[in-house]
């Protein structure tokens, strides 16, 4: 089981109550997720950053799912977006997705994106303890 590490009596909260730190038992299998981005199985991008989250979430959960691994095995989220507004989308999205798993996140803001339309960009470290 993951050990989340926030420690908001010793140091500054992060602005979305992302942990400090996520510990990985001994023992755990990782999972690094190649960075997904909000294109469905036919190759279409949805126009809104929201929209992009919701397919990203689904991706991610894709994969987490092949390597018998949910949400809550999430270490840390790596987000790429054009916009800081995008972040209160990814905020929203993944709140849902996490009920109440808050993992180790960093938000990075990018020019642009190689794949036309493509507004966001998540990757994923998950551990899982079996």
Known sequence: MLKVHTLNDQICPHFNDAAHGVEIPPGARLLFTNGQVGARPDG???ESPSEQL??????????????DMGFADVVRFTVYATDMD??????RVSARELAGHKP???L????????PGVQVEVEAIAAKAD
């Open 108 to 115: 990075l803001l990018v020019d642009s994106f190689p794949r």
């Open 54 to 67: 919701e397919v990203i979430f689904e991706r991610l959960k894709a994969v987490l799912t092949a390597s």
């Open 44 to 46: 279409s991008v949805p």
């Open 86 to 91: 995008y972040f209160d989308d990814f905020q």
């Open 104 to 106: 180790a996140a960093i």
